[in-house]
């Protein structure tokens, strides 16, 4: 969904909205404004760092 990639993006730019435009010639134009939702941008961060900690856990692995 749109949300996710708007979200994630406003999490790396730290900007406070993203103009999402989508097209297809088949259908109308798509425009939202989309704003920052900390919450789920706090989700986020947290999903993150277990990401990154499980990536550096397998990486340590292949170094062994």
């Known amino acids: 969904s749109y949300v996710a990639q708007c979200q994630f993006q406003l999490y790396v730019?730290?900007?406070?909205?993203v103009?999402?435009?989508s097209y297809n010639p088949s259908m109308k134009p798509f425009y939202v404004k989309v704003k920052r939702d900390e919450k789920f941008l706090s989700l986020l961060h947290e999903h993150l760092l277990e990401a990154e900690e499980a990536i550096k856990i397998k990486v340590e692995k292949h170094r062994s």
């Open 13 to 17: 730019t730290g900007s406070e909205v």
């Open 19 to 21: 103009h999402f435009f």
